[in-house]
C-alpha cells in the first residue's frame, strides 16, 4: 500500500511518546513494504527538520496553529488563525491530488485542528485516525461520518475515553503504540548485563530510573519522595531521572526538595536521551518506576523499560495498567502514593528472587504481546477492512 501518514509532531522533533508512536508504525508498516510519505508540521526548536528515523521522507509543510515552546501555547488571532486553515487545506490537497494513496493514518492534529478533515474526507480514502491521549481529540459533533473514517485507539482505556466523549471506536480498533522491542535489551546493547542484585556483602543500591517529562503529571516527584522515605529506612537507592525538564518551575522544586532533604547522593538527573542512550541508561538500573499521576493512553517508556529486562512499578494510570500483569510481571502503587511506592522498591530492594522473577516475565511480555511489528500488522489489517467512500 501507498500511505500518507498526516501528524503535528515528527521525529526528530518530538515532545512526549505520540510522534515516537507514528513513527514507530511508519517503520513496522515499511518493515511489510509499505511506502510511505509524512507530512506534518515543523518545529525547528524541537529538532532538525530532517526526514524520519527510518529515512521515511517527511515533508513538514503544515503550519501548527502556537508553538510548544515551554509548554503548549495556542495562536489565539482568528483572522491568523483562519489564514492558517486555508493553507495547511490547500497543502493537504495538493498532496492528496499528487499520487493514488491506498489510504491515511492520522495521527495528533494538536495546533492543527479539526479544520483540515472536511478537506482529507473528500478524497474518499480510508482514514485511520490513531489517538494517542484520553481526552477527547475534538468535539465529538465535528466527527465525520463517513465509514471511511474509524478511529483506532491506543489502548483499551482509550477507547473507553472516546466512548464516553461521544465518539465510536470499534472493539477490534485498538492498536497500541508498542515497543521496538529490537532496539532494547541485552542484544541491543551488545551484550550489557544489567547490575548484580541489590544488597549482598557490598550493600549494592537498589538503582531505579524514571524517563520522561519532567512535568507534574508525569508523577517524578512521587519517585522522589519515594527516595527519601528509603533513605529514612535505611534501604540504599540511587534513583536515575532522564526527560527533558519541561516545566521549569516543577523542576526547580524537584532541585529545592533534593537540596533541602540532603538526596544528592541517592538522585540523578541525566537529561533528555535518545533512543540508543536511553536502551543503556534502563540497563543501568534494577527498576523502572512509571509513576504518572494522569490517565495515560499506554506508556512506551514503561514498555521499553520491560523490554530491557528492567523490573516496572507502575502507577498504572489509564492504559499504563493494560502493559503488565500486577505482582506477575510488574509491580503497581497508586498513584501519587510515594509511600506505598517506597513499599513496593523496599521489596525489590531486598528479596532478589523477587525482583528476577519480575525482570523475566515483564520482558517476556512485551516482546510476546507489545511489539510494534505485531501492531503495524494489526493497522494493515485495518486499513484493509475501512472502505473507501
Not at 473507553?160 to 485498538?174: E, K, L, N, S, Y
Not at 519541561?246 to 526547580?252: K, L, P, S
Not at 530491557?308 to 503497581?332: D, H, M, R
Amino acid at each position: 500500500m501507498d500511505l500518507l501518514v498526516i501528524t503535528n509532531l515528527y521525529p526528530p522533533q518530538e515532545l512526549g511518546g505520540y510522534g515516537r508512536a507514528m513513527a514507530d508504525f511508519v517503520w513496522g508498516l515499511q518493515a511489510r513494504g509499505h511506502r510511505i510519505q509524512v507530512l506534518s508540521g515543523d518545529a525547528p526548536y524541537l529538532g532538525p527538520s530532517s526526514h524520519g528515523p527510518s529515512g521515511e521522507p517527511v515533508e513538514r509543510q503544515l503550519e501548527l496553529k502556537g508553538n510548544f515552546c515551554n509548554g503548549i501555547n495556542h495562536e489565539f488571532n482568528w483572522p491568523k488563525r483562519r489564514s492558517i486553515d486555508a493553507r495547511n487545506c490547500a497543502r493537504l490537497q495538493q498532496w492528496l491530488q499528487r499520487h493514488r494513496w491506498d489510504g491515511v493514518l492520522l495521527g495528533n492534529m494538536d495546533l492543527l485542528g479539526v479544520e483540515l478533515l472536511p478537506t482529507l474526507m473528500q478524497a474518499g480514502l480510508p482514514v485511520l485516525h490513531h489517538i494517542g491521549f484520553v481526552v477527547e481529540p475534538y468535539e465529538a459533533k465535528h466527527a465525520p461520518p463517513m465509514a471511511s473514517y474509524r478511529m483506532v485507539a491506543a489502548s483499551e482505556a482509550v477507547r473507553a475515553a472516546q466512548i464516553r466523549h461521544g465518539f465510536r471506536v470499534d472493539p477490534d480498533a485498538v492498536v497500541y503504540p508498542g515497543c521496538r522491542d529490537d532496539l532494547f535489551g541485552a542484544a541491543a546493547t551488545e551484550g550489557r548485563p544489567l547490575p548484580p542484585p541489590p544488597g549482598g556483602l557490598n550493600q549494592q543500591p537498589l538503582r531505579v530510573g524514571f524517563a520522561g517529562l519532567i512535568i507534574s503529571s508525569k508523577g517524578a516527584h512521587t519517585l522522589l519522595k519515594a527516595v527519601r522515605l528509603l533513605k529514612e529506612r535505611g534501604v540504599p537507592i540511587v534513583a536515575s531521572f532522564a526527560g527533558k525538564r519541561f516545566a521549569r518551575a516543577y523542576a526547580h522544586a524537584m532541585d529545592v526538595y533534593i537540596e533541602r532533604h540532603n538526596l544528592q547522593e541517592q538522585t540523578s538527573f541525566v537529561g533528555e536521551l535518545n533512543r540508543s542512550q536511553l536502551a543503556r541508561f534502563f540497563r543501568l538500573q534494577h527498576a523502572c518506576v512509571f509513576p504518572s499521576i494522569f490517565p495515560e493512553a499506554f506508556g512506551i517508556v514503561a514498555a521499553e523499560a520491560m523490554a530491557s529486562g528492567v523490573t516496572l512499578v507502575s502507577s498504572g494510570a489509564g492504559g499504563a495498567a493494560e502493559l503488565f500483569e500486577p505482582e506477575i510481571s510488574g509491580l503497581t502503587f497508586a498513584a501519587e502514593d510515594a509511600y506505598a511506592l517506597a513499599d513496593q522498591l523496599t521489596r525489590l530492594a531486598t528479596d532478589p528472587d523477587l525482583l528476577l522473577r519480575l525482570q523475566q516475565a515483564g520482558e517476556q511480555r512485551v516482546r510476546q504481546h507489545f511489539s510494534v511489528t505485531a501492531m503495524a500488522c494489526k493497522l494493515e489489517q485495518l486499513f484493509h477492512t475501512t472502505p473507501r467512500s
